[in-house]
RNA sequence: GGACCCGUAGCUUAAUUGGAUAGAGCACCUGACUACGGAUCAGGAGGUUGGGGGUUCGAGUCCCUCCGGGUUCACCA
């Protein structure tokens, strides 16, 4: 089976010269010990910020074969090396680990390479050729969108976008359950008590119209619980007679008999919600190759489950019903068929990627389903497996944690939940009051500025969702997610704003952005200091399509422009004191900006030519 | 009860997968070029990485245990 990702060091840009140090250190403990190592027990990191150096050469796993100190290890091993590697100018031992600088003619003459080629370093990699198909948003049709659909949207899109930047072809996919008992709560309300009322006649967004009708429901399904029990019935039977429950339920049977009455007002409400959906959609900017309905797929899965009985994979009940037995791997027994015979969700999720490898014949499947699921996809990944499907191995589980807002979960009952579109608007609100108090878009046209403004709003939201590793749960403060300042998309934002305007200024003094650098200049430390984050960018989306990690590459993204903002502060661009440092100067800013452009462009994250 | 996940400064979080003195941001305090954009930059203060034990030259990271929180184990989806 196609492994998308395998665990063999990769051959990136600024990272070549691991691969040399490391065959060089190979060689050096030969020379010096008599010593024959394998590439694994060299470790090489990234020098800490803190000390000088670019790589570093951990030797405590070579005192054994020097039998000397580290100190003595370090030095001698130093020696060898920067008298033996031509781009090594210098190395210090400090406590074990021996750390190595490049010239900096080293780091200018890869920063050429990095801008001659265009693609950011992203084309020296290894391409992940395949086919990829990611799942993501999938939601319930009763009810608008909320925060937690936000950061799965922003998840699975992002991904998608990483994985393509690493040469993969991607395919997003839609599940919208469509269908269901929730769907028949909200139509039923309707019927009762709508009087007619439709997404034009109220002005109310689709989605949202339907959505109150599900709350409407839920509050007077719930007295009716209350009257019968006060009446003496206990809980579970008064939830389950409740005469609204039942009627609802009688609803669902008569869709699934194919009612016409039924079916074309759940095709109508159905509706309301897509362009509700589809408004919400845009304004986020994410989209889809192809949008499933579960009122297509939901007979899935039973044919699958029949042939695994005969095959004795899977067994049947006296009572009819029919299940999975996974004790041998530590789990229990999973109900696949109910004993009157019809489909449980898992059944239908077995057919779904069923039907799925049979429409894509994909290398991988990454479903972006929050962590409740994990259980879910582990048993569907293993009752795959021993249905004899061998790509089961390459479904893939991003789980992401829950958003929590500063006071505790969001509960619908409680009126918490927060809505989607409500949450955009005020990000964009936020960015106008804050944008105003500035004053720095003051007499441009005022749709360039709505646009900006949207941007911004948009860029903080999804900055202050991304950041986090997608498997923890994250608190989402509303006061902090407005925060413009410090670890932010606006930060980020800003940097490269800040860029085009030095480069519109270049512009004014009729200068013109080089294609390449200066021959003869050589870059300061703080110059280098940028150029080696500049060229880690392709190893950072590498290693968040490996991780499925949005975050690695924000949080990279982060740190490349506080390092930009702290060169600009210390050296003047076009108040350099010769030409060739103007130039070199303004061409490592352009460059600067692309990476930054390009990088949120992975996240979904805009970028504006000034805010 | 079984399984899985999480716990890092007051708050939000990072740590190159076992490496150096645990790094940032917010909030708080102090400063910055008569400005290529101050939505910036520099400095200060803030940590027993939930507690305890173990493995290792070396542990936030691995193992055990306890404490605290979460999810899940439906003839629901």
């Known amino acids: 089976m196609a492994c998308l990702f395998d665990h063999q060091k990769q051959l990136l840009p600024g990272m070549e010269a691991e691969k040399i140090l490391t065959a060089a250190v190979q060689e050096a403990m030969r020379a010096l010990y008599g010593a024959e190592l394998k590439e694994e027990e060299i470790l090489i990191q990234q ?3 803190e000390f000088a150096g670019d790589l570093t050469v951990v030797v405590f796993p070579f005192l054994r074969y020097s039998r000397k100190s580290p100190a003595d290890t370090g030095e001698e091993l130093g020696r060898y090396l920067t008298g033996h590697i031509g781009m090594l100018s210098r190395y210090e031992v400090i406590k074990g680990f021996l750390n190595l600088s490049f010239s900096m003619e080293y780091w200018s003459e890869l920063l050429n390479r990095l801008i001659r080629s265009g693609h950011h370093g992203l ?7 395949g086919k990829v198909v990611v799942e993501y948003s999938s939601p319930n049709t009763n009810k608008p969108l909320h925060l937690g659909h936000i950061r799965n949207n922003l998840l699975g899109f992002s991904i998608s976008r990483i994985l393509e930047a690493l040469g993969s072809e991607v395919v997003k996919v839609n599940l919208v359950n469509d269908r269901g008992i929730h769907i028949c709560k909200s139509m039923l309300a309707w019927k009762k008590s709508g009087k007619g009322e439709t997404p034009a006649s109220s002005g109310k967004k689709g989605d949202h119209l339907v959505g109150d009708y599900y709350v409407l429901f839920e509050q007077e399904y719930r007295k009716q619980v209350e009257e019968l029990k006060k009446q003496g019935m206990a809980e579970e039977e008064a939830r389950r007679r409740a005469p609204l429950i039942v009627e609802a339920q009688d609803m669902l049977r008569r869709w699934e008999e194919g009612n016409e009455e039924v079916r074309e007002l759940w095709a109508m409400m159905n509706e309301w919600v897509y362009e509700g959906f589809d408004e919400t959609y845009r304004a986020l900017g994410v989209d889809f190759d192809r949008i499933y309905y579960e009122s297509e797929t939901y007979r899935l899965g039973k044919s699958l489950v029949l042939e695994g009985l005969e095959k004795g994979i899977l067994h049947r009940r006296a009572d009819g019903s029919v299940w999975a037995d996974l004790s041998e791997d530590g789990l229990d027994e999973k109900l696949l068929l109910r004993s009157d015979g019809t489909s449980v969700y898992m059944t239908q999720d077995l057919g779904t990627a069923q039907q799925r490898y049979e429409d894509y014949r994909f290398d991988r499947h990454i479903y972006v389903v929050g962590n409740e699921q994990n259980y879910h996809f582990q048993v569907l990944k293993l009752i795959l497996k021993k249905l004899g499907y061998d790509w089961a191995d390459s479904l893939y589980h991003l789980s992401y944690g829950m958003v929590e807002l500063p006071e505790g979960k969001m509960k619908s009952r409680e009126g918490t939940v927060v809505d989607a579109d409500d949450l955009i608007a005020g ?11 500035l004053g720095k878009l003051e007499g441009f046209d005022p749709a360039e500025i709505e646009e900006i403004l949207r941007m911004i709003g948009l860029g903080a939201l999804k900055y202050f969702i ?11 403060n509303p006061r902090e997610s407005v925060d413009f300042n410090g670890n932010t998309g606006p930060f980020i934002q800003y940097t490269y704003a800040r860029i085009q305007s030095v480069v519109r200024k270049a512009g004014e003094t009729g200068r013109t952005v080089a294609a390449e650098l200066p021959g003869g200049y050589v870059p300061c430390e703080k110059e280098r200091d940028l150029i080696r984050i500049l060229a880690g960018f392709a190893a950072t989306v590498h290693e968040a399509g490996r991780e499925y990690n949005p975050a690695v590459l924000a949080n990279y993204l982060y740190e490349l422009s506080r390092e930009y903002n702290q060169f600009y502060h210390d050296h003047s661009i076009l108040g350099a004191p010769d030409e060739d440092t103007i130039h070199y100067r303004l061409l490592l800013s352009v460059y600067t900006g692309r990476v930054i452009a390009r990088g949120m462009y992975l996240l979904g994250i805009d970028v504006p030519p000034r805010m």
Do not use: I, Q, W, Y
């Not at 084309?123 to 050729?129: A, V, Y």
């Not at 991304?466 to 994250?474: A, G, I, Q, R, W």
């Open 47 to 49: 020098t800490r910020r």
């Open 123 to 129: 084309g020296d990699l290894d391409p992940l050729n």
């Open 427 to 437: 990000m964009v609100d936020t960015a106008r009051e804050m944008s105003k108090e």
């Open 466 to 476: 991304l950041k986090v590793d997608p498997k923890k749960n994250m608190t989402f």
